[in-house]
């Protein structure tokens, strides 16, 4: 093995092992912060399809699993942008650093106040395994761009918009205007019933 294969894989390692910290600190102040550990319905479903029902934000996946596959993409892109020299697995470590503020943040009673305040009306916050389960999907978001080419990507990244958005009423861009700034015309507009 050469030297700079060596120094590469301790780098690759030593990530990992930074990244697997993160998690376990999320886990740890998500239970501080009262998050049930799984869905209080006493079943763990890989699945949860119904955006305003109970197990929302509780299982391992739901509609907003694509979100945060969107937020791979992005933060892929803007890692190449801003540090293009920096290795893969130091770049995916500061993804992860940022998802998982944003999970901490996302559980906060004011931003689930927010979210109460428009189309999630019921919700109460993320299990601790819905909210690592948003991190796993922005990794495989943050993986799949790095493999794909870059019109794929954004074709994926607008098409899950569209989708989901037509599906539930709600996507990462809706989410975000609405964190910002509800506006009753949207709000309104989510009430109805699904699209497709």
Not at 90 to 108: D, K, Y
């Amino acid at each position: 093995m050469r030297p700079s294969d060596a120094s590469s894989a301790g780098s690759t390692a030593t990530a990992l092992a930074i990244g697997a910290l993160l998690v376990a600190a999320q886990i740890v102040v998500l239970h501080q912060m009262g998050r049930h550990a799984f869905c209080t319905c006493g079943e763990i479903r890989f699945w949860y399809g119904n955006s305003n029902g109970p197990e929302n934000s509780q299982q391992i996946t739901d509609w907003y699993t694509f979100s945060h596959i969107i937020h791979g993409f992005v933060f892929y892109g803007l890692t190449r942008l801003l540090w293009p020299r920096a290795p893969l697995a130091q770049r995916l470590v500061l993804a992860m650093a940022i998802e998982i503020g944003w999970e901490l943040v996302e559980n906060s009673p004011f931003v689930i106040d927010r979210y109460r305040q428009t189309a999630a009306i019921g919700y109460s916050g993320d299990s601790i395994l819905n909210s690592v389960s948003d991190v796993m999907s922005m990794v495989v978001g943050f993986t799949l761009a790095r493999v794909l080419p870059v019109k794929v990507t954004v074709a994926l990244a607008v098409l899950m918009e569209i989708l989901v958005g037509l599906h539930i009423r709600d996507n990462l861009t809706l989410n975000i205007i609405m964190l910002i700034h509800p506006f009753e015309a949207i709000k309104h507009w989510q009430a109805g019933p699904p699209i497709i």
